[in-house]
């Protein structure tokens, strides 16, 4: 996944282009961060929902791209949360196919086996690889201008996914609303002014990324719901 501001970001837009008044931007922005809420690696909950079940998954392939398809027969209606979670699975459909066909080099098995950053070639196994995605989407983070205080709706939220633990779904619950909320208070209070030094993009990549990944989300909505 990408960071949280990325997907911020991406969720105010679209929100402009939606025309959601307020209250329901909020919820439009806390569903957009709804697959990554159960994960268990930002702040502890009572309950971890694994990635391939929160975001749901195709698992044929070493880079885990979220099942678009299924997702959309299945799943996405016309209410703000399921368009919420369909937004931000999209996005890292996105990214990931962005770092399949432009970053990382496979091996004749399909495994991957190194990553082209913005100088050389590094080689190293699906985890290493990983690694320095991660490191440098996260030093971008902070740079992505956002808001840092969220008051969202302190509802339940019920999530349907393809499992079957809990009957094929997970609750949000308000205490996870409110660590969601504190979280990027605690960890977006500081915005990075210049673009950061990092390995794998330049400050024009980034935009590229945004308007291009943009355009897909919103083809996207208009093919299935718009």
Not at 89 to 117: A, H, P, V
Not at 178 to 203: G, H, I, V
Not at 207 to 213: L, Q, T
Request: charged share 30%.
């Amino acid at each position: 996944m990408p960071a949280w501001s990325f997907h911020i970001k991406v969720a105010n837009d679209i929100a402009k282009i939606l025309e959601y008044n307020d209250e329901e931007k909020k919820l439009f922005i806390l569903s957009n961060l709804i697959p990554d809420i159960k994960s268990g690696y930002l702040f502890p909950v009572e309950t971890t929902i694994e990635s391939k079940y929160s975001h749901y998954y195709n698992l044929n392939t070493d880079i885990r791209l979220p099942d678009l398809e299924k997702y959309e027969k299945k799943y996405l209606k016309n209410d703000i949360v399921s368009i919420g979670i369909y937004c931000h699975i999209c996005l890292d459909y996105y990214l990931n196919e962005l770092m399949n066909k432009t970053y990382f080099i496979f091996d004749k098995n399909e495994k991957i086996s190194g990553i082209r950053t913005l100088s050389r070639i590094k080689y190293g196994n699906r985890e290493y690889c990983l690694k320095i995605k991660h490191e440098n989407l996260r030093k971008i983070a902070k740079w992505i201008n956002v808001k840092t205080e969220y008051n969202f709706p302190k509802n339940n939220i019920k999530i349907k996914i393809d499992s079957t633990i809990q009957n094929g779904s997970y609750i949000i619950t308000e205490k996870d609303i409110e660590l969601t909320a504190d979280w990027l208070s605690n960890n977006y209070k500081n915005t990075q002014l210049e673009f950061p030094k990092n390995e794998l993009f330049t400050e024009a990549d980034i935009d590229k990324f945004f308007i291009n990944a943009e355009e897909f989300i919103l083809k996207k909505l208009n093919q299935h719901l718009l």
